[in-house]
T-cell receptor, first 112, second 117 residues
Framework: AQSVAQPEDQVNVAEGNPLTVKCTYSVSGNPYLFWYVQYPNRGLQFLLKYITGDNLVKGSYGFEAEFNKSQTSFHLKKPSALVSDSALYFCAVRANDYKLSFGAGTTVTVRA | DSGVTQTPKHLITATGQRVTLRCSPRSGDLSVYWYQQSLDQGLQFLIQYYNGEERAKGNILERFSAQQFPDLHSELNLSSLELGDSALYFC????????????????FGEGSRLTVL
């Protein structure tokens, strides 16, 4: 069975500061890893994914994520956060069974 | 706009009733996923269809059923509704790969908010 853990329910940062949202996963075989963002009253939007190759993946809106196989982690990062980055962020993992399993989500608040 | 259309956006009904939620995937996407989002359960995978066939099943109750039609739209049927079924139901579609399967990158609709009274 596959699972995703997002250890922080909330992350608060000041605008302009680095933003990190943590994610660890458990899956049999090679993982497909994803980050999605959800704004209030909206559906989820794809940010980035890791399937294979370079451990540092760049995505939309200046976000990037680093795959660490030994730590089974896939943390989302942004060097300089914006107030508009305030949203709910989901990490997701998929194995060979096609099911995409989401973490519980992390609420990011960026204060001006 | 993701290109995935869900109807209705809001639905209020009573316990014991049956409702149908409809989803039209993005043009060209063969995979359709259904998810339930609630405050206490988070985002739960229900079921996935690929080109009309059921591909993966998650935590879908026996009272719930789904299908994908030849035109690739999908419907999620919820019956004998209970208060706990109140949630936001999302449909998502995914880009198909040439050899079958999909990329796993999902495009979500805006959701159907179901309230059971």
């Amino acid at each position: 069975a596959q699972s995703v853990a997002q250890p922080e329910d909330q992350v608060n940062v000041a605008e302009g500061n680095p933003l990190t949202v943590k994610c660890t996963y458990s899956v049999s075989g090679n993982p497909y890893l994803f980050w999605y963002v959800q704004y209030p009253n909206r559906g989820l939007q794809f940010l980035l994914k890791y399937i294979t190759g370079d451990n540092l993946v760049k995505g939309s809106y200046g976000f990037e994520a680093e795959f660490n196989k030994s730590q089974t982690s896939f943390h989302l990062k942004k060097p300089s956060a914006l107030v508009s980055d305030s949203a709910l962020y989901f990490c997701a993992v998929r194995a060979n069974d096609y099911k995409l399993s989401f973490g519980a989500g992390t609420t990011v608040t960026v204060r001006a | 706009d993701s290109g995935v259309t869900q109807t209705p956006k809001h639905l209020i009904t009573a316990t014991g009733q049956r409702v149908t939620l409809r989803c039209s995937p993005r043009s060209g996407d063969l995979s359709v996923y259904w998810y339930q989002q609630s405050l206490d359960q988070g985002l739960q995978f229900l079921i996935q269809y690929y080109n009309g066939e059921e591909r993966a099943k998650g935590n879908i109750l026996e009272r719930f059923s789904a299908q994908q039609f030849p035109d690739l739209h999908s419907e999620l049927n919820l019956s004998s509704l209970e208060l706990g079924d109140s949630a936001l139901y999302f449909c998502a579609s995914s880009v198909a790969l040439a050899g079958g399967g999909d990329t796993g990158e999902l495009f979500f609709g805006e959701g159907s908010r179901l309230t059971v009274l």
